[in-house]
């Protein structure tokens, strides 16, 4: 399809999973921008619909092939042929499942993986390769458009791909070896969200303590480096990061909790089982002990600090003292947030063939660690009623004059007001808590 021939283009984008497809789809977006595509949120009217998907659990993958066959079924009942409606498959899944998507879904007319997103628009235009699932992490950052945002928050991709080798995980398959961008390209970055408004930054990795990008010097520096480093900014008021591994928690990255007042007292770690004999089986490479000195060294640095995680439930050979020790884990460490997730076994993955608890073995326990960790949130929520927090509305709620915000520990929060909130920070009271969110008052 020549792009210059199609008037009035319209791009439908659907994003699955992580904040770093989010991150990858508006990169997209951006690409496409420039090609004089306009953006739809109508399926049915786009001359180009491209699903960035993710491979992380089945239902996830399997949710991509039920939309491709719904979208496969448009093209057809509306009898438009291949040059003026194009289908395109990226991300995750295409990495991992490119030849069999091609396979089971003929209609569908470009697979790109994660790292080649970047060649879309020129595959396109010259109806180039119908597969792409090279890695090229650098050249992808080197040709990709950054404009600026309309987002009081936006996130960020400093580190992408995982060397971890978690017995459960697609990742270092999907999306490659640990890389990392350089410091002045991610501050330009920054700097381009920072003029259009922009107040919060959060910086996304699949391991992003891992980070290890150079700096002005061609030195490689740490997380903790890099988060000093955008502190500089005038503009910026709130960094956050995620998602953290705990393998790298080094010291820098906990003590700079302690003294840089623009990160947030609030990081994601995730652990996904409170068994050791768990963790040795997932590959995890480290224990519960040292999940909790990581715990008592964040709050050595900064006492209000607030952990959130994740869990799988049901991994392999998982037996009932495995998941009393998690459940356990969960009651004292005392998690503001978490989440959970029932084991899948993903293709290619040490653990896709070891699959031997029932499902309903998991689906009760996944019921009781929900439970207890949704009351952990519950009472975290309860104990800011009558208390001032500091809250960035980003958004307008459903309701007339309501505003949405986040706390400090990234907690959702409304407030009813006849001033105009959006995009400030502002100190508020907070009055009344539900399960998930905060009701406040300025």
């Given at each position: ?6 008037k009035?283009?319209?791009i ?9 497809n ?5 990169r ?20 180009l ?8 659990r ?21 009898k438009?042929n291949?040059?003026?409606y ?17 396979k089971?879904?003929?209609l ?41 945002s309309?987002?009081?928050s ?6 992408e ?62 997380l903790a ?36 007042q ?19 089986k ?34 392999p050979?998982e ?8 459940m ?31 499902i ?10 929900q ?44 407030v ?20 998930f ?6």
């Amino acid at each position: 399809m020549n792009s210059k021939e199609v008037k009035n283009k319209k791009i439908f984008i659907k994003s699955y999973g992580c904040q770093m497809n989010v991150y990858d789809s508006n990169r997209i977006k951006d690409l496409f921008d420039k090609e004089s595509y306009v953006p739809t949120d109508k399926i049915e009217e786009a001359n180009l619909i491209i699903l960035n998907t993710c491979h992380i659990r089945e239902k996830a993958a399997e949710k991509v092939y039920s939309d491709i066959g719904r979208i496969n079924k448009i093209k057809k009942s509306h009898k438009i042929n291949k040059e003026e409606y194009k289908l395109v498959v990226s991300g995750c899944v295409a990495q991992a499942e490119g030849e069999e998507i091609k396979k089971r879904n003929p209609l569908v007319d470009y697979i790109v993986g994660p790292q080649s997103y970047h060649k879309l628009t020129s595959m396109i235009e010259d109806s180039e390769n119908f597969i792409n699932d090279d890695f090229l992490q650098q050249e992808k950052f080197n040709k990709l458009i950054f404009k600026s945002s309309d987002k009081i928050s936006e996130f960020i991709t400093v580190q992408e791909g995982c060397d971890k080798f978690c017995a459960f995980c697609v990742v270092p398959y999907t999306r490659g070896s640990e890389f990392s961008r350089p410091i002045s390209e991610i501050k330009e970055e920054i700097k381009k969200y920072l003029e259009s408004g922009t107040k919060e930054i959060i910086l996304l990795g699949q391991n992003v303590n891992a980070y290890h990008g150079e700096n002005q010097n061609g030195k490689q520096v740490d997380l903790a480096y890099l988060i000093n480093a955008i502190s500089e900014l005038d503009n910026l008021k709130r960094i956050r990061y995620m998602t953290s591994h705990p393998n790298d928690m080094s010291e820098s990255l906990i003590k700079i909790h302690g003294h840089n007042q623009k990160l947030m007292p609030f990081i994601h770690l995730p652990i996904q089982s409170g068994s050791n004999e768990i963790l040795n089986k997932m590959n995890r490479k480290h224990n519960i002990e040292k999940y909790y000195k990581i715990i008592d060294e964040l709050k050595s640095s900064r006492s209000d600090i607030a952990i959130s995680s994740d869990f799988i439930v049901g991994f392999p050979e998982e037996t009932d003292k495995d998941f009393e020790d998690t459940m356990k884990f969960i009651e004292k460490v005392n998690f503001v947030i978490a989440y959970s997730f029932i084991y899948s076994p993903r293709p290619g993955t040490p653990a896709q063939n070891k699959d031997n608890i029932s499902i309903l073995d998991k689906k009760a326990r996944l019921s009781a660690l929900q439970s207890l960790l949704t009351q952990q949130q519950i009472n975290f929520n309860k104990s800011f009623i009558n208390k001032g927090m500091e809250v960035l509305f980003e958004k307008i709620g459903r309701h007339k004059d309501q505003f949405i915000g986040r706390t400090i520990y990234n907690q959702s929060t409304f407030v009813n007001s006849k001033e105009d909130l959006l995009n400030q920070i502002m100190n508020v009271k907070i009055i009344n808590s539900t399960n998930f969110a905060l009701e406040c008052q300025i």
